[in-house]
């Protein structure tokens, strides 16, 4: 099955409000890493986290390895936003990155 | 820094034919990691080296796939008659590689489609 699972995986926002991005792993992780897929495919990295929180600008995050779970907070959500949000879990034994499924964000005006 | 650059940046082969897509990664990073990104599978990890070994091929389609690091400024994945089924946008990131450096940098990818 899934070992990063997302939620949710999709999402609409007006512009201005906040969200809460969840990612859940059935792997054990050292590290998770946060991107963003624009519209045009690339994939921006946003955070690099051990355990522990980390915040840039609008954007803040928390990662706990003890229950296995990572939180992406967006506040004062804006157009540029949007895109799909990915979350990755560095796995314990081999540094592998395995990515999670994905949320497609929409923000509106 | 010209960031990770990845060759071509579309590909269209023919049933059955062979597909090179080639990677170069960020000067000074020990670790290059290969996926393929479909709309039904998602991100898949592929494979990835360090320092040119290869350490984890486990997402690897066995009979058709492999990957090469011959050196610390490229690497390539080599595809063997191509399926359908293999059409996807192949991407390469690139690490310092080692415990709190493992921040992945990705290439814009290539688009492979085959007919």
């Known amino acids: 099955g899934d070992k990063v699972k997302q939620s949710p995986s999709a999402l609409s926002l007006q512009e201005g409000t906040n969200s809460a991005l969840r990612c859940n792993f059935s792997i054990a992780a050292t590290t998770v890493q946060w991107f963003l897929q624009n519209p045009r495919g690339s994939l921006i990295n946003l955070f690099y986290l051990v355990p522990g929180t980390k915040e840039n600008g609008r954007l803040k995050s928390a990662f706990d390895s003890k229950e296995s779970y990572s939180t992406l907070h967006i506040r004062d959500a804006q157009l540029e936003d949007s895109g799909t949000y990915f979350c990755a879990a560095e796995a314990v034994n081999t540094n592998k990155v395995v990515f999670g499924t994905g949320t497609r964000l929409q923000v509106l005006p | 820094n010209a960031g990770v650059i990845q060759t071509p940046r579309h590909k269209v082969t023919g049933k059955g034919q062979e597909a090179t897509l080639w990677c170069e990664p960020i000067s000074g990073h020990s670790a290059v990691f290969w996926y393929r990104q479909t709309i039904v599978q998602g991100l898949e990890f592929l494979t990835y080296?360090?320092?040119?070994?290869?350490?984890?091929d486990s997402g690897m389609p066995k009979e058709r796939f492999s990957a090469q690091m011959p050196n610390q400024s490229h690497s390539t994945l080599k595809i063997q008659s191509t399926q359908p089924q293999d059409s996807a946008v192949y991407l390469c990131?690139?690490?310092?590689?080692?415990?709190?450096?493992?921040?992945?940098?990705f290439g814009a990818g290539t688009r492979l489609s085959v007919l």
């Open positions: 080296f360090r320092n040119q070994a290869p350490i984890d």
């Open positions: 990131a690139s690490s310092l590689g080692w415990g709190r450096q493992n921040t992945l940098y």
